[in-house]
């Protein structure tokens, strides 16, 4: 184990097998904090072997399968944390999905999506952070130990070019800025990252929406994309936990209602600062 900036820590971290959210929980469970991974039950073999790997380097983790498009066991995911780890005091959600299935049209554009892949986005991006956090606060307040929420917002939560994956993101990012206000009188922290390009499976399935199956257009695409970022590269899901350990330690004692952008410098050049 690597530090103990998060000694005593019981975070959840949904999304928690793959990506954004694997990299969160190995460096929070090297920094000292019990971790559970929650994700799909299709992730289990990964989010297994994570915990394996997190246990061999001298941590605590365990996995917990959810889907947090369903409310009734998204709430029984967090308490099944809570029992594991006797309590949950961070949470990091990180849950998310970038382009729904589509029949016709492209997912950026609203006139062409049908309301079901609308929804598919919405329940998980918005309905899932919600549920999750909302949960988790309501055991940190019967608690009385406080704790930190941080969600996965984006840059895109500042700029209206990618649909109803902006339109979700900017309702987290509102989401957190809400349960900021509502929650600091408990000594309950709720903060957001908004991330730039991130070289993930997300991104990945972005790259395919947004330049189909030709994988010249597909690097196109993304070059396109690099070019720019002020830094030059791509985000690494590194780059993000580093972020959400700064958000959830008490380093950033000091800080809710905040969003901050892991990005290269791309969204003060292009959403807004």
Known sequence: MSGQRLAGRRAVI???????????????????????????????????????????????????????????????????????????????????????PTATGSVRQLVDMDAGSYDLVMDVNVKGVFVTCQRAAQLMIAGGYGGTLVTLASMASKRPTAGVYSISK????????????????????????????????????????????????????????????????????????QCALFLTSDESSYFSGSILHPDGGYTSTFGGG
């Open 14 to 100: 949904t999304g928690g097998a793959n990506g954004l959210g694997a990299a969160t929980a190995e460096l929070f469970a090297a920094e000292g904090a019990q971790v559970v991974l929650a994700d799909l039950d299709r992730a289990a073999d990964a989010g297994r072997a994570l915990v394996e790997r997190i246990e061999a380097a001298g941590g605590t983790a365990y996995f917990v399968p959810v889907d947090v498009r369903d409310v009734d066991g998204t709430i029984a995911m967090v308490d099944r944390a809570a029992e594991l780890m006797g309590g949950v005091d961070a949470v990091v959600a990180s849950a998310g999905v970038g382009a729904p």
């Open 170 to 241: 900017a309702a987290c990012w509102m989401l957190t800025r809400c349960l900021a206000h509502e929650l600091g009188r408990y000594g309950i922290r709720a903060n957001a990252i908004g991330p730039g390009y991130v070289d993930t499976e997300l991104f990945r399935s972005m790259v395919v929406a947004g330049a189909g199956d030709d994988l010249d257009e597909q690097e196109v695409w993304v070059e396109a994309r690099r070019s720019q970022v002020a830094l030059g590269r791509l985000g690494t899901p590194l780059d993000i936990a």
